[in-house]
């Protein structure tokens, strides 16, 4: 399927679509209803075209269509949603088509057990000065019940992107490529979900686990959700035998990446998410 990460109803704002001569289709462009940036505020866009069919400009056909569109929204810039090696072809080719900057984003290694000890002492300090609600709850993703699993699907597609159903597939324990429920967390209050950690542990290598995303919903951001969602995250995951973990960071995470300066992360790779800026 093209663009698999772009098809949840809830996430894509607009959709376009390029067939050949028998009307079948060879390539598909989106905008999300998501937006990010400073200065360069626009959503993110995806794009691809069949390999067979690329080098004839339905490319840059479809680009057109989801600038023109985006301008009318008033972006100032278009995102991309994935981030790509420096030296990837992918890279190459949307600077190719205009996406000529870009957030770097970071590749680290952390030790589980010092975020677990900072992001408690970050509670316990908030705590102090009533800055977190009462009746919050964090609990793996393996004691919640299936309604909140398929909540958490929904919500992963909206804020990271994804296919929704390889998403809900993926917080199951039979996938090959499932979420660790036992380490992944769902921080919820009286009102519902609050925000979720995800947790891969790929081929059952502890050494290689990588937490894939935290998320917490719009209306608990900019406080204590995030480090209750990390702090559980990581005592799970030590709780479990863990050690160590990796994780991706852009450099608009100014918390995250002050984290990591902090507690002496270990960078493994640097990726670029490519911008376009719209004139």
């Known amino acids: 399927m093209l663009l698999p990460a772009a098809m949840h109803p809830t996430t894509v704002e607009r959709f376009w679509v390029a067939r050949n001569e ?14 990010s940036g400073g200065e360069d505020a626009g959503p993110s866009a995806e794009l691809s075209v069949l390999d067979g069919f690329r080098g004839r400009g339905l490319g ?3 680009l057109e269509q989801v600038v023109s569109h985006a301008r009318t929204l008033g972006a100032k ?15 190459r080719a949307a600077r190719s088509m205009g996406f000529d900057r870009g957030v770097a984003a970071m590749e680290v290694t952390l030790d589980a057990r010092d975020v677990a000890r900072e992001c408690q002492h970050v509670l316990d300090r908030l705590r102090q000065r009533g800055r977190v609600p009462a009746g919050v709850v964090a609990r793996p993703l393996c004691e919640v019940d299936e309604a909140l699993l398929d909540e958490v699907a929904e919500q992963q597609c909206i804020e990271v992107g994804g296919d929704a159903v390889d998403v809900r597939r993926r917080l199951g324990r039979i996938d090959p490529d499932a979420f660790d429920l036992d380490v992944s967390v769902a921080v919820t209050d009286a009102e519902g979900l ?3 950690g995800l947790v891969h542990v790929p081929a059952r290598d502890v050494a290689a686990t990588v937490m894939e995303s935290v998320v917490v919903l ?9 480090a209750m969602l990390k702090e559980k995250v990581a005592t799970q995951f030590v709780a479990k035998g863990g050690t160590t973990f990796q994780m991706m960071t852009f450099d608009t995470h100014r918390d995250t990446r002050r984290q990591g300066e902090r507690l ?3 960078k493994t790779r640097t990726l670029v998410r490519p911008t376009m800026l719209l004139a």
């Open 22 to 35: 028998v009307r079948r289709i060879v390539g598909a462009a989106a905008v999300s209803r998501l937006w």
């Open 60 to 62: 840059r056909m479809l």
């Open 77 to 91: 810039g278009l995102h991309g949603r994935a981030a790509y090696a420096e030296d990837s072809s992918e890279l």
């Open 194 to 196: 609050v925000g979720f």
């Open 218 to 226: 719009p209306r608990a951001r900019r406080g204590w959700a995030n």
């Open 264 to 266: 002496a992360a270990v």
